[in-house]
């Protein structure tokens, strides 16, 4: 069974430019998480998505963070414009829907901005 | 707000020794509790969880957690380590959200050495 894709691995940018993160999800997830580790920490919610809704966000820095998940497949995180405090790792994550079912984590996306 | 805490950052032991990874939680009702792995460069994967029942827990590759409510406490032991066990270890509480249990809140996490 093929498990949650990312691209691209690695990214460097720099600050105020912006980037986008791809993620596909283990197939028939209803559900889709991103996810931001910044080193030494542990991962952070950024974003749930049910189908192609969205089911939490609370933390999420709307000002320059956005997601999608068009037709409830595939997603994209984008970062606009970029601050050097946003280097991090970002995993996505996906789950089926309901009661005592696991996430499984994609590789991660390491951003780095200079 | 919930809440969870790693006390160890980095923990060494010898291979073959056993080990015990704390983590302490705070959450308002019955916490849905989890520990994943982490390699370098690699993505988490789960080694086991807590939903409701026995409070033992056992996990892959050896592990196990015992779920303690009055100490608000879910450690994840091994009796003998192995070198490949080298890696990161995070301990995380489920908030249900839309019926599904990956919106989690993380701890900080414990880099595990392993010594020859």
């Known amino acids: 069974e093929a498990g949650v894709a990312q691209s691209p691995r690695y990214k460097i940018i720099e600050k105020r430019q912006s980037v986008a993160f791809w993620c596909n999800p283990i197939?028939?997830?209803?559900?889709l998480y991103w996810y931001q580790q910044i080193l030494g920490q542990g991962p952070k919610l950024l974003i749930q998505?049910?189908?192609?809704?969205?089911?939490?966000d609370s933390q999420l820095p709307k000002d320059r963070f956005s997601a999608e998940r068009l037709k409830g497949v595939d997603s994209t995180l984008k970062i606009q414009p970029a601050k050097l405090e946003d280097s991090a790792v970002y995993l996505c994550a996906s789950s089926f829907q309901g009661m005592h079912t696991e996430a499984f984590f994609g590789q991660g996306t390491r951003l780095t901005v200079v | 707000a919930q809440s969870v805490t790693q006390p160890d950052i980095h923990i060494t032991v010898s291979e073959g020794a056993s080990l015990e990874l704390r983590c302490n939680y705070s959450?308002?009702?019955?916490?849905?509790l989890f520990w994943y792995v982490q390699s370098p460069g690699q993505g988490l994967q789960l080694l086991l969880k807590y939903f409701s029942g026995d409070t033992l827990v056992q996990g892959i590759k050896g592990f196990e957690a015992e779920f303690k409510r009055s100490q608000s406490s879910f450690n994840l032991r091994k009796p003998s380590v192995h070198w490949s066990d080298a890696a990161e270890y995070f301990c995380a509480v489920g908030a249900n959200y839309g019926g599904s249990q990956g919106n989690l809140i993380f701890g900080k996490g414990t880099k595990l050495s392993v010594k020859p």
């Open positions: 959450y308002g009702a019955t916490p849905y």
């Open positions: 998505f049910q189908n192609n809704g969205v089911v939490d």
């Open positions: 197939s028939g997830h209803a559900t």
